[in-house]
């Protein structure tokens, strides 16, 4: 069965850096589109940084405004698996972490309703 799954989350302080990791099994993230989300308590997901398939559209990234210049998202072809590193850190970025993947159904861009497969999540907490 296609699985993520997460990795790496934590604890760290303000102007700080931390790599998430999404391993895939069941299936090979090379043909897929995949994207890290993130979610505040009590608010929906939100497109934080995607990666288009490199078969749909030569691997185009789209970054959220929040992420541009501080994120960035690292495909490894051998490990099938993706990363979300995350660099000056702040407090706002404290939220659960979500990888995701368009399994099923090619999707483009960052918006959540494009993704059908996701990992559990992981916490990131900036804080002092």
């Known amino acids: 069965q296609p699985q993520l799954v997460e990795s790496g989350g934590g604890m760290v302080t303000p102007g700080g850096s931390l790599r998430l990791s999404c391993e895939a099994s069941g299936l090979d993230l090379r043909s897929y589109s995949v994207g890290w989300f993130r979610q505040y308590p009590g608010k929906e997901r939100e497109g934080v940084i995607c990666?288009?398939?490199?078969?749909?559209?030569?691997?185009?990234?789209v970054y959220a405004e929040s992420a541009k210049e501080r994120f960035a998202i690292v495909r490894d072809r051998d490990r099938n698996t993706v990363y979300l590193q995350m660099n000056a850190l702040k407090h706002e970025d404290t939220a659960v972490y979500y990888c995701?993947?368009?399994?099923?159904?090619?999707?483009?861009?960052?918006?959540?309703?494009?993704?059908?497969?996701w990992g559990r999540g992981i916490q990131v907490t900036v804080t002092a």
């Open positions: 995701a993947t368009d399994l099923y159904v090619p999707s483009t861009g960052c918006a959540e309703d494009g993704f059908d497969t």
């Open positions: 990666m288009n398939s490199e078969e749909m559209s030569d691997g185009t990234t």
